[in-house]
């Protein structure tokens, strides 16, 4: 969703391009009539039906044919041409058994037949910025919910997070002095890798918990049991997501001039706030002084922000039904989201996710944690980025602050050695979650602080560049994560400790840590001028 009507990165601009293809017959990015090439009957719209996040579908969808299964062999990794469906051919982790392939079946033909959730066109603005990224002149925030819920689905919520989001993206801007890509984990996060595809509570042992888009998080077995018409909820409820995002990013609300009224109201008395407010005040003259020198603050870019969104790609099904082939580039992309990432336990060089993302053309991540081979990365990048496009791929590394000065070096001189273009980027939570003594999961700031540094320290010392963060947060005033100015305690977790999954860092925390990234990328800054003289 390329959201702003000027480029921030670049003289080009594609909004006028984009724009035109949303009306133009000859230029608009249709689903494809034939994306399953097996299926040639006419579908017909099935009726939608909505379930709560805890319930089954009583009254599922039924059609006359099944799902038809794949009997083509297993191939190597990356050989063979690609289709949407090639995917099949390969072994599929982490996915939910349905007990009734027709209800799976119908369920998809149905979200085939609904529009694209974001456009290719947005999706190739984004892989320009993050090629700017990689090279150094742009730095990438990404975050949002560790796996967003059909129960706390609200505007506030949507709202909330964007605001932090806006705050921490001009921290860094005014620190980095460099563009901020700003990526929400939001508007299509529901699916979660499980270690464990079982859980286990007194005795009684059930599927494990998989995301709302699949089963429910209720302890019971009819909660448990994946539900394709969850589907069709995920995908209306990231369309209303996608919807607001749009309207906060090009109404007003992201305009630079409201800079000061960003404050959460309970950061606002906070020493995170207090700083925030400082800043954001020095912007507020900053602008006062371009219009009294005569330059417009009403131009786009000020009025305006770019905004994409992104999740793991985990659901294939559910991927490969959002597929669509883009009519202005022949390609195709997959349009459930701008960004999407293949995760520490799904990355596997001859697994159905690397086969379905390496035929689609939106930028991609890669999850890495200490546990990644410097070759294997290597020939992973291969497998999804053949031409070596700057912006296509995103290595997200998690494991930790002394694996990561240990590990990464070694990546990095791999992927330099090999020729290969890649935005870098931090994922400073995966890697520090621990258990408090309540038995709630939870996450040190300090640790998460540690990694964070850890990465510059490697990047500055490998003379490669710190492309970004990526981080479960959150606008609500939560207490997740242990630690932070405001001194979140183990005592303090079971106050307001909200999240489906894994911990997300409250908003005084992310503006904290934002600051003291801002720092750095200020340092670093310095660091070039210095040498330029």
């Not at 000859?26 to 909505?50: F, G, Y």
């Not at 031409?387 to 330099?416: D, Q, S």
């Not at 850890?454 to 970004?468: K, L, R």
């Amino acid at each position: 969703m390329a959201l702003s009507n000027a480029s921030a990165l670049s003289s080009k601009s594609v909004h006028q391009t984009q724009t035109h293809s949303l009306f133009s017959p000859s230029l608009s990015h249709q689903p494809s009539s034939s994306l399953v090439t097996a299926k040639t009957h006419v579908r017909s719209l099935h009726p939608i039906t909505a379930v709560h996040a805890a319930e089954p579908s009583k009254n599922p969808v039924v059609v006359d044919k099944p799902l038809k299964k794949s009997s083509s062999p297993l191939v190597p990794a990356g050989s063979g041409k690609w289709t949407v469906e090639s995917w099949k051919t390969k072994k599929a982790l982490q996915l939910p058994e349905y007990p009734n392939e027709s209800d799976l079946e119908s369920v998809l033909q149905t979200i085939e037949t609904f529009p694209p959730i974001v456009f290719a066109g947005e999706a190739r603005t984004l892989e320009e910025r993050l090629a700017e990224a990689a090279m150094g002149n742009a730095f990438l925030l990404q975050g949002g919910d560790c796996a967003e819920s059909f129960k706390e689905f609200s505007g506030n919520n949507i709202r909330d997070t964007f605001r932090i989001l806006l705050q921490m993206s001009a921290v860094l801007m005014f620190g980095g002095q460099m563009p901020v890509i700003k990526v929400g984990r939001m508007a299509g996060q529901f699916a979660k890798p499980r270690s464990d595809p079982f859980e286990e509570k007194n005795g009684v042992k059930l599927p494990s918990y998989k995301g709302d888009n699949i089963n429910g998080d209720a302890f019971d077995e009819k909660s448990r049991i994946p539900d394709p018409q969850r589907m069709i909820r995920a995908y209306c409820q990231a369309a209303a997501t996608l919807n607001l995002l749009r309207a906060f990013a090009t109404g007003g609300y992201a305009a630079m001039q409201r800079v000061t009224q960003w404050n959460l109201d309970f950061a606002e008395h906070s020493e995170q706030g207090d700083r925030y407010q400082e800043l954001a005040h020095r912007v507020d003259e900053a602008l006062g002084f371009m219009a009294a020198a005569g330059l417009t603050v009403d131009h786009p870019i000020m009025t305006t922000t770019e905004f994409w969104t992104s999740h793991e790609c985990l659901l294939l099904p559910y991927e490969q039904a959002l597929t669509r082939l883009d009519s202005t580039s022949g390609l195709h992309y997959d349009c459930s989201a701008h960004m999407l990432w293949v995760g520490e336990r799904t990355r596997q060089l001859d697994g159905a996710h690397v086969e379905f993302l390496r035929g689609i053309a939106n930028p991609l991540g890669i999850k890495v944690s200490n546990k990644m081979d410097p070759k294997e990365l290597v020939n992973l990048i291969e497998i999804l980025n053949p031409n070596n496009k700057p912006g296509r791929i995103t290595v997200i590394c998690r494991m930790g602050a002394e694996n990561m000065r240990v590990k990464l070096p070694h990546l990095i001189r791999a992927v330099r050695q090999a020729g290969q273009v890649v935005t870098w980027v931090c994922d400073p939570m995966h890697g520090n979650t621990i258990k408090a003594p309540c038995g709630l999961k939870t996450r040190p700031f300090d640790a998460i602080l540690a990694e964070v540094r850890a990465f510059f320290d490697v990047h500055e010392q490998e003379g490669s560049h710190p492309g970004g963060v990526h981080l479960e947060m959150t606008g609500q005033n939560v207490t997740e994560c242990i630690g932070g100015s405001r001194n979140v305690t183990f005592d303090d977790l079971g106050s307001r400790y909200h999240t489906h999954c894994d911990p997300r860092l409250n908003a005084s925390q992310s503006l904290e840590l934002s600051f003291i990234i801002a720092e750095r990328l200020r340092k670093r800054r310095m660091g070039k001028q210095r040498l330029l003289f």
